[in-house]
């Protein structure tokens, strides 16, 4: 990855994340100015909060929507209040959840001639990956390949998210982009 942001520019995300959502629970806390010009940059981001180890919402987006700085406090908000799969963060979940943020690449074209090869082109715990046919799309970051390291069920999972049969990313060959991510995450929280 080109372009690389620092640990602490990666910690000042992180606060602001944080801040932006106490903030939005009706704290008066003052959010740093983001006046880094590295973080004034545009790129996709994604936010993920977790409670317990637990997903409690992540939400982001692959295109770049404005800043890096600016894309992380609204996918902060976004993560906490607006994830359908999840009731809005409370204050006391607020103690306790745990954040992490993605800054993403541009997203590139895989081309592939089956299932296997797709399978051998992929690179786990690198890829994200962005699953699309027909209407359908869904993204898995980089991060999820903890949770599903082996391809298949990765991409199977995928399939499933974009709403799609489990095998269409072996039967139905779908368009397949990928993109790698600078993740920080806070350290005790």
Same mark, same amino acid.
């Given at each position: 990855?080109?372009? %690389?942001?620092?640990?602490?520019?990666?910690?000042?995300?992180? &606060? !602001?994340?944080?801040?932006?959502?106490? #903030?939005?629970?009706? /704290? &008066?806390?003052?959010?740093?100015?983001?006046?880094?010009?590295? $973080?004034?940059?545009?790129?996709?981001?994604?936010?993920? %909060? &977790?409670?317990?180890?637990?997903?409690?919402?992540?939400?982001? #987006?692959?295109?770049?929507?404005?800043?890096? =700085?600016?894309?992380?406090?609204?996918? =902060?908000? #976004?993560?906490?209040?607006?994830?359908? /799969?999840?009731?809005?963060?409370?204050?006391?979940?607020?103690?306790?959840?745990?954040?992490? *943020?993605?800054?993403?690449?541009? =997203?590139?074209?895989?081309?592939?001639?089956? @299932?296997?090869?797709?399978?051998?082109?992929?690179?786990? @715990?690198?890829?994200?990956? *962005?699953?699309?046919?027909?209407? !359908?799309?869904?993204?898995? %970051?980089?991060?999820?390949?903890?949770? $599903?390291?082996?391809?298949?069920?990765?991409? @199977?999972?995928?399939?499933?998210?974009?709403? $799609?049969?489990? &095998?269409?990313?072996?039967?139905?060959?779908?368009? *397949?982009?990928?993109?790698?991510?600078?993740?920080?995450?806070?350290? #005790? !929280?």
């Amino acid at each position: 990855m080109d372009d %690389l942001l620092t640990v602490e520019q990666g910690a000042l995300l992180l &606060k !602001a994340a944080r801040l932006t959502i106490g #903030n939005r629970l009706g /704290r &008066k806390e003052k959010i740093p100015a983001v006046e880094d010009t590295a $973080l004034q940059r545009k790129s996709g981001t994604f936010v993920t %909060l &977790k409670l317990e180890g637990q997903l409690r919402g992540c939400i982001g #987006n692959l295109e770049p929507a404005g800043s890096i =700085a600016a894309g992380i406090q609204q996918n =902060a908000i #976004n993560a906490a209040f607006h994830d359908y /799969r999840f009731s809005p963060l409370t204050e006391e979940e607020l103690e306790r959840v745990h954040i992490d *943020i993605s800054i993403l690449t541009a =997203a590139s074209p895989l081309s592939y001639g089956d @299932g296997d090869d797709l399978l051998r082109k992929l690179r786990p @715990g690198i890829d994200g990956v *962005i699953l699309s046919h027909g209407s !359908a799309r869904a993204t898995f %970051l980089p991060q999820v390949w903890e949770q $599903l390291p082996q391809p298949e069920q990765f991409l @199977g999972h995928l399939c499933r998210k974009a709403g $799609l049969p489990e &095998k269409t990313w072996r039967d139905s060959h779908p368009e *397949i982009l990928v993109y790698q991510v600078q993740c920080f995450a806070e350290e #005790n !929280a």
